[in-house]
């Protein structure tokens, strides 16, 4: 069973150019998690998603980030016009639909360097 | 706004000896409990799940949970130099509702 798949595992972009981030969760799971890591901090909450819907966006910032998870193919992290402080680790998570609990599994991350 | 908190450390403990690592959590209505393992430029892996008052064993790990004192704890015996990382708490109620990781205690295993 494959775990949580992300590419690409490194990402260089320009100032002003689009940037797109692919998770593929683990098999079975419904629901995705996206979070942002600045290096030596904590994790930050950004968008929780199952196929086709937004269960919570409250991380994500209100201009330039969006995020959807269709119901055929990954989900995907879309950051146009990028900044240099969107410079980070981009980590996806993935969960199984399941009353009782949430344990979530995280893929590898893209490390986003805009230059 | 629901919390959960972590002393950020750095705990320092010498090897072979036990690591304690302590979480709490603000929302009463939290009904699974986890614990991940981060090492440096890596992604966060699940090493403990725990959803009933109550220790929990896997190895060398023990997980606890207090519910009414909204505590969680992970205790590490036989302590290894490998197991030098940031320790993860987090926190969830159900699948509609996001898990919330605290900080992170960053732990260092003295050789």
């Known amino acids: 069973n494959a775990g949580v798949m992300q590419n690409p595992r490194h990402l260089v972009r320009r100032r002003g150019q689009e940037a797109r981030l692919r998770c593929s969760p683990m098999?079975?799971?419904?629901?995705v998690y996206w979070y942002r890591q600045l290096p030596e901090e904590g994790l930050k909450f950004m968008v929780y998603l199952q196929k086709e819907n937004i269960i919570d966006e409250s991380g994500m910032p209100k201009e330039r980030f969006s995020a959807e998870f269709p119901k055929e193919g990954p989900s995907i992290l879309r950051i146009q016009q990028v900044v240099r402080g969107d410079s980070a680790a981009y980590f996806c998570a993935s969960s199984p639909l399941r009353e009782w609990s949430t344990e979530a599994f995280f893929g590898q991350g893209t490390r986003l360097t805009v230059v | 706004q629901k919390e959960v908190e972590q002393n950020s450390g750095p705990l320092s403990v010498p090897e072979g000896a036990i690591a304690s690592l302590n979480c709490t959590y603000s929302d009463r209505g939290s009904q699974s409990f986890f614990w991940y393992r981060q090492y440096s430029g890596k992604s966060p892996e699940l090493i403990m799940s725990i959803y009933s008052n109550g220790d929990k064993e896997d190895g060398r790990f023990t997980a606890q949970l207090n519910k009414a004192s909204q505590y969680v704890s992970l205790l590490i015996r036989d302590s290894q130099p490998s197991d030098s990382a940031t320790y993860l708490c987090a926190a969830g109620m159900n699948r509609d509702d996001k898990i919330i990781f605290g900080k992170g205690t960053r732990l260092h295993i003295l050789p």
């Open positions: 098999k079975g799971h419904s629901h």
